[in-house]
């Protein structure tokens, strides 16, 4: 640097803690419950109930109530660092994962390739969701020595339904939790789990909000407690449903009990598949008031923090829409696709996959509210708005 030149500006100095985090997220209603901040809390003092119309996280400790913490006054920053809700989350990933933030015209986030996939082996590609892709990815980086575990939605052992999260260590553990059930479960959980087990290389699967957290923690260097996130994998999830929609809606106006289902997916309707063989569609539209809180303002359709994403979006229910977002996964999908371990195609064959990825997301990122940062609203097209209906004729 010559003595003509002005030094580069000193980055500002992070202070934001719990109370920032509690004023702007979590009381906003920005809050996913992600439980990014709970994972990561270097004194666990933020907790956090797996429960039906909670999934908030929460201050434990009493001396400053539950806006405020001792050791954010002290200095701690870690829960803000790792929040993908505060302030400016989505450029900080981006920069992070991509080196440049999104283009305005990039709804769905940055990506490498697109895909089409299934999984090649005939026993996880049935008891996958449908083209089994998570469940061969997760099989394929564990035997690889990529990972150790994965940090997964499994299922209570007296509720089929009921998410929790899990770790998956093994090929049959994996597929022991395959599979969707459209309820919240915040996987992030299942890391205090694998630090109690010693385990630091450890998969991620979980929702754009989820998979966000690690990329935001990584820019904002929020220290070696995110560290074990070591592979992203996203679910293409426009929202999720609060428990009580099974005997409020399911079981109460079409006499489906939780215990006789046997798959479900949601393809512009609601498909609910019955052990007994019986098959059933539910509007979306009646499912709308089951919303969980903390869908209602999420703008990541697309995951778009993940090293892959992947949903069940198109025409067909055996094949799994795949978004290579990184390097990693880059390599990681090229060396399944050579080896056998999963089936691929050029996702731009389905043009209705493709279709339906960009207005999902533009849908969700209309729901981003204006007082939060701009960055995930930025080159969203506005609604279309509806034709006039005609004037009444006169009598």
Not at 303 to 323: F, K, M, P, Q
């Amino acid at each position: 640097m010559t003595l003509t030149e002005p030094a580069p500006p000193k980055a500002e100095r992070w202070t934001a803690q719990w109370k920032e985090l509690y004023a702007e997220v979590i009381t906003t209603g920005l809050c996913t419950g992600c439980a990014g901040c709970v994972v990561t809390c270097p004194h666990d003092v933020i907790g956090y109930e797996h429960a039906e119309g909670k999934y908030i996280p929460f201050h434990l400790e009493q001396e400053l109530g539950l806006d405020n913490c001792i050791h954010g006054e002290k200095g701690c920053t870690t829960c803000t660092r790792a929040c993908p809700r505060f302030r400016a989350w989505e450029p900080a990933a981006d920069m992070h994962l991509f080196g440049r933030t999104r283009e305005p015209d990039e709804m769905a986030g940055i990506w490498r390739q697109l895909y089409l996939t299934r999984a090649s082996d005939d026993m996880v590609h049935k008891i996958g969701q449908d083209g089994g892709f998570v469940s061969a990815m997760l099989i394929w980086l564990m035997e690889h020595n990529y990972i150790e575990a994965a940090m997964v939605g499994g299922v209570d052992d007296d509720d089929a339904w009921k998410a929790k999260p899990v770790l998956a260590h093994n090929k049959e553990e994996v597929l022991a939790t395959a599979g969707s059930r459209y309820t919240y479960c915040a996987t992030p959980l299942a890391l205090l789990t694998a630090k109690q087990e010693g385990l630091s290389k450890l998969a991620l699967v979980g929702m754009g909000c989820q998979t966000s957290s690690p990329p935001v923690m990584w820019d904002r260097k929020a220290g070696k407690e995110s560290r074990p996130f070591l592979f992203n994998i996203g679910l293409l999830c426009s929202k999720t449903f609060d428990d009580a929609i099974f005997p409020e809606l399911f079981e109460a106006k079409y006499g489906l009990k939780k215990s006789e289902m046997a798959k479900m997916n949601i393809k512009g309707v609601f498909q609910i598949w019955m052990k007994d063989g019986a098959y059933h569609e539910i509007d979306l539209k009646e499912c709308h008031q089951w919303t969980r809180q903390g869908c209602k303002s999420c703008p990541d359709f697309a995951a778009e923090h993940s090293d892959i994403a992947t949903g069940g979006i198109g025409l067909d229910n055996d094949w799994t829409l795949t978004i290579v977002r990184t390097e990693l996964g880059e390599e990681v999908i090229n060396r399944m696709i050579a080896d056998g371990s999963i089936i691929a195609r050029p996702a731009q064959e389905d043009k209705e996959a493709m279709r339906l990825l960009r207005l999902l997301s533009i849908v969700s990122r209309r729901r981003w509210p204006e007082f939060a940062d701009k960055a995930p609203s930025v080159g969203v097209p506005p609604p279309k708005k509806k034709a006039d209906a005609p004037a009444p004729s006169a009598h």
